[in-house]
């Protein structure tokens, strides 16, 4: 991918000045880099605090980087599905999602995914490419800008769980972490910022030796390896006994605990007997566990279990550790956890740029 000002740190953007322009004092770098994170302005020519001239310099020197909207599609939930078009003509989704004052970015880091989830149907689109740190973090900037969002006046988390396995991209997922936590940038908590893994064993570790880091968060979806296999191809790979270990020695930070998704499939990993087997996996760790009854798709071969169901398995596992439902978010824009496809449908919301 082309380099672009979007995705670039102060000091490569001190870099990039000299090169293109020669001679510029040492700050201006620092009031691209909060004009690009912190004030969120979509091109170069809007950097105010800059000459006119340096400004034109600049925006000849190398493309911007935000991704556009090409459609946003608008639930009766309030959640909101960005379809974003890249500068080589790809797209990504990002969810926006408002609830008690606070709002949620789900945001991709591969353009769709090599992991083959059966009850994903994202899966079904396959990995065309990683994403740039700076498309992973441009996609909070821009969404957070055509809604009138900052972290100095909202509650803003961030979670990886959109298109994309993070730990197949760590290096740009790491990059992009640390622009969006500057507090010279955009300024998020890193306790508002998780990542979500299928179980990839070896890039879990090289994200616990991260000094920044999001919290991690593991898709379990499964009690038993044969189970998982099934599930998650992945496993073949990375087994389920190894990856619970890798848990245990996984470093956490003071205030940190691990999170265990589980998407719950009528008839497959959603009995009393998986609960419990679930409750061993896990009842040694630090750690809370989200259930997710299955969000339905065309092509998922699978069913959404009924709530007396999902309220029994958890009456099971919290004896053990903290557990909950999450709450289904955008399913009538296809939104929810599991859905991205880059749907595209009838009378989305006006394009907001």
Known sequence: MEQALVGMDAAEIGQLLER??????????????????RRRVSGAEEISTLPRELR?????ALPFGLPETERCYESADGTKRYLLKLADGKSVETVLMPEDGRYTFCISSQVGCPVNCRFCL??????ERNLTAGEIAGQVLHVAAVN??????????????GQGEPLLNLEN????????????????????????????IPKMMELGGSPLRPKLAISLNASTEEQRRELMPV????????????????????WERLTFE??????VNDTDADARRVVKLVANLKCKVNLIALNPGVGIPFETPG?????????????????????????DIHAACGQLKRMAEENPLPILR
């Open 56 to 60: 034109e310099r600049l925006a000849g």
């Open 307 to 331: 709530a007396a169901r999902v309220d029994a398995f958890q009456r099971i596992v919290r004896r053990a550790v903290p557990c909950f439902v999450r709450k289904p978010r955008g399913l």
């Open 20 to 37: 293109v322009c020669g001679g510029v004092p040492s700050f201006r770098a620092r009031q691209v880099y909060e004009a690009v994170y």
């Open 148 to 161: 009138g969002l900052s972290a100095e006046t909202s509650k803003l988390n961030v979670v990886m769980m």
């Open 262 to 267: 589980y998407v719950l499939l009528k008839g």
């Open 173 to 200: 997922v790491l990059k992009a972490a640390r622009l969006l936590v500057d507090p010279k940038g955009v300024g998020l908590s890193e306790r508002r910022l998780t990542l979500s893994t299928s179980g990839i």
């Open 235 to 254: 496993t073949r790979k990375y087994h389920l006994n190894d990856l619970m270990e890798a848990c245990r020695v996984y470093p956490l930070r003071a």
């Open 122 to 127: 994202t899966a079904l689109l396959g990995l």
